[in-house]
């Protein structure tokens, strides 16, 4: 070991010693965990109700036929939907941006199983689901259902608001990849994900979750860069990087393919003091050659 | 079984055991990547509050690791929801200096050199240094390959010396 790794300990543990934790550290927490399982117990009477609305109406889920005249023309087929799975890009209400939890996102996945078809989402907490109609203009679910762990309170309300949003019988549109939904003022817009091997290129074990580095510059070199500046989860480890220089040597883009996908594409840009990040997309459906 | 054998986790009281034993450690070294105290505080609280409920399965053991994985990976996110932001950089804890004297000791302190380093080298450098993990516990961290935490670390230190030689 030489003199700098013997300082780097030194200095580390020197600089972490002089600070202590903040003497409310176990408050703070027990205040949130507490807030949290309040909120979880309201979540599991609020699947329970919907269940017992459901069954004492007489129908074990809710098969509704067609609704074909309550609205303009229709985009997409319901058979669009089936297999495919969709994260959200943009949510609003009333026409403004309505912010999501932090480092949350809505997946929505239709699926189709024993012959039954449902929708699961999830928004960062619990995991729910359906079983579902989709008519050419709205999705109809039946008994709402789902996990029942413990989150965040933010988390849970963002839980209970998506069920609302669900129960309502949004309308739905599907264009280029992007899956509309409207109920009300709330407009939710989702884009349709690749996934491959059974693993979701979004979610936790995906591309997007593992690209960490900041857009501050990450190498004097591009190469230097790139690998500083990018790492893929180890099932993808071996997907093929091709780097393209712009012919002004002022940016760059750097294309992941991995079994004949594209999964992943940064983009970079020469700064003060090397090359930084200026855009990244991961699984990116719409990325050349996929 | 004696409660020992239970792991942390028998609701309440497994959390708070989780929390006198890894807390305070947890905190200093979201404080070493963050380098910034109360960014650190709220990384180091949120992985608790998150983990609650998983800590009541987990043994004593696995716990700090957990602890510690959780903590580097509610850090990156936020590392990558800032970048996305593209806000101002953090006020670093490490960069304040209050006399001559406390000036000079700041040319001589790597931590502040560090908090500069790209963050994949900045994580390699926190966790094997200061958590003293070796390439094989890293990598598992940070779900990378060991030879990822050669290059990064080895890149790091470089990078190090190139400043303690160029202040």
Known sequence: M??????????LR?????????????????????????????????????VLAITAGGLFWLWRGFVATDGGPPTGQPEDLWGRTFVSTRVTEEGEPHTLVEDTRIELTFFEERGERGVGWSAGCNTIGAKIEVTTERLLLGEIGGTQQACAPESQDQDEWLVDFFRSEPRWEFHDDTLTLTSGDT?????????????????????????????????????EAVEAAFQLPPAVADAQQTITRAP???????????????????????????????????????APGS | MVVSELGVGSGREGLRRAFEEHYARLFRLCLLLAG???????????????????????????????????????????LR????????????????????????????????????????????????????????????????SVGTVKSQTSRALARLRERMHHG
């Open chain 2, 81 to 144: 929801r800032r970048a996305l932001e593209r806000r101002t950089p953090w006020r670093s804890v490490a960069s304040t200096t209050e006399s001559p004297e406390a000036v000079v000791e700041e040319r001589e302190r790597l931590w502040p050199a560090v908090l500069r380093l790209p963050a994949r080298q900045r994580a390699c450098v926190v966790l094997r240094y200061y958590e003293d993990l070796s390439e094989q516990e890293t990598a598992r961290v940070l779900g990378c």
């Open chain 1, 248 to 286: 002004d040597g002022e940016t760059a883009e750097v294309l992941y393919r991995f079994e004949e996908r594209s999964v992943a594409r940064v983009s970079f840009a020469r700064v003060e003091g090397g090359w930084a990040i200026s855009d990244y997309r991961a699984c990116d459906s719409a």
């Open chain 1, 14 to 50: 020197r600089s972490a010693s002089r600070e202590e934790p903040s003497v409310d550290a176990w408050d703070r927490i027990t205040e949130r965990v507490q807030r949290g399982e309040r909120r979880s117990t309201a979540s599991r009477a609020l699947v329970g109700a919907l």
């Open chain 1, 2 to 11: 030489d003199d700098l790794e013997e300082r780097l300990r030194d200095d």
């Open chain 1, 187 to 223: 407009m939710i817009e989702l884009s349709a994900i690749t996934s491959w091997n059974g693993l979701d290129c979004l979610g936790d074990e995906g591309a997007v979750e593992v690209i960490y580095e900041s857009f501050e510059p990450a190498g004097a070199e591009l190469s």
């Open chain 2, 36 to 78: 910034h105290r109360e960014l650190a505080e709220d990384i180091a609280q949120d992985v608790f509050v998150r983990a609650a409920a998983r800590l009541e399965t987990l043994t004593p053991p696995e716990t700090g690791p957990y602890l510690r994985k959780a903590a580097v990976n509610v850090w990156r996110n936020r």
